[in-house]
Each structure stands twice: as structure tokens, then as C-alpha cells.
């Protein structure tokens, strides 16, 4: 019997040891299959998510032109419609004591295209209304952050009586000097 122990042990040794050889790499390669799977999982859930928040600002914009459409105010807030741009009106101000001068250059910023080329045919009588409401101010009624405004409102309200229909949206002054 003793001759069976030993030699049982010897032989079962081995077959054991064989058979942790073989399974050893197959453990590797099934959990190195498992780490890439989970890798890739994990690099591809943040652009997922990416695409899934461009969807929405799409479905968003979407909406936004759809009621624009439908004549909706759906307009992206910062963005400017089609403008014209009137440049170099110079003019002599209302004063009593010394010559003063403005020089100035605007854009009118336009509901739509249709309305540009309404806007374009009118030309003559939008630059007689600037110069008319230049001549009739002084200096001091121009001046500073309130005396722009002022001038922007007095203007929208006198080229909407030349050109009815809302077609002008805004006016900017984009030069402006007093000499």
C-alpha cells in the first residue's frame, strides 16, 4: 500500500498542475475581454451623452425656427437679423452759439429678407428722416448712453412711418462723433 500512496500522489500532482496551466490563461483572457468591454462602456458614455444633449439643442432649434414660422418671436436672443447699413451722415446741429457737427453711420436691423428689399427701395426717404432729427438736436440733447437711446427710440419710431409694418426690428448706431 504504501507503494499505491506514493505513487498516487505523484500522479495526481501533475493532472492537477496540468490543469491549472491550461486554465490559468483562459482566466486572462476572458478578464482582459471583460476590462476592454468595460473600457470601451466607459469611453463611450460621456460622447453618448454628448450626442444625447446635441439631440436636444437640435429638437430645441427646431422648435425655436418652427414658431418662427408660424410668426413667432423665436429668435436665438444675440443673434441679428438681416441689417442695411446707412454710412456717413454728416450733419450741422441745432446751436445757438458755435458750429457743431455729428458725424454718424447706422444699420438697421430688419425682420427678414423680404423686408431688407423693401427697406433697400426706401433709401431716399430714410436718410431725409435721420438727417431731419440730427439737424433739429444739439449737442448736448446727443450726448452720452441716454442722449443714444433717445436717438435710437426717436429713430425706430420715424422709420416705421416710412417703412410701416414692423419690418425694422432695431437701429444701431455704429459710429458716432460730435465735432
Do not use: C, W
Not at 493532472?15 to 475581454?33: F, R, V
Not at 463611450?44 to 427646431?62: F, R
Not at 422709420?159 to 448706431?173: A, C, D, Q, T, W
Amino acid at each position: 500500500m504504501a507503494d499505491t500512496e506514493e505513487s498516487a500522489p505523484a500522479v495526481e500532482a501533475p493532472a492537477k498542475g496540468g490543469g491549472m496551466n491550461k486554465i490559468l490563461p483562459l482566466i486572462l483572457i476572458i478578464n482582459t475581454a471583460l476590462m476592454v468591454g468595460v473600457l470601451v462602456f466607459v469611453m463611450k458614455k460621456p460622447s453618448a451623452h454628448a450626442d444625447a444633449a446635441e439631440g436636444k439643442e437640435e429638437k430645441h432649434e427646431k422648435s425655436e425656427h418652427g414658431s418662427e414660422e408660424k410668426g413667432g418671436h423665436g429668435k436665438d436672443e444675440g443673434a441679428v437679423g438681416p441689417t442695411v447699413r446707412f454710412d456717413n451722415f454728416t450733419v450741422q446741429l441745432k446751436s445757438n452759439d458755435v458750429e457743431r457737427y455729428a458725424h454718424m453711420s447706422l444699420e438697421l436691423e430688419l425682420a427678414d429678407e423680404p423686408a431688407k428689399a423693401v427697406v433697400e427701395k426706401r433709401t431716399a426717404p430714410i436718410r431725409d428722416a435721420v438727417l431731419g432729427y440730427l439737424t433739429d438736436r444739439t449737442a448736448e440733447e446727443l450726448r452720452g448712453s441716454d442722449g443714444l437711446r433717445d436717438m435710437k427710440n426717436a429713430l425706430l419710431k420715424r422709420l416705421e412711418e416710412i417703412v410701416p409694418g414692423k419690418r425694422i426690428s432695431n437701429v444701431f448706431i455704429t459710429d458716432f462723433i460730435i465735432q
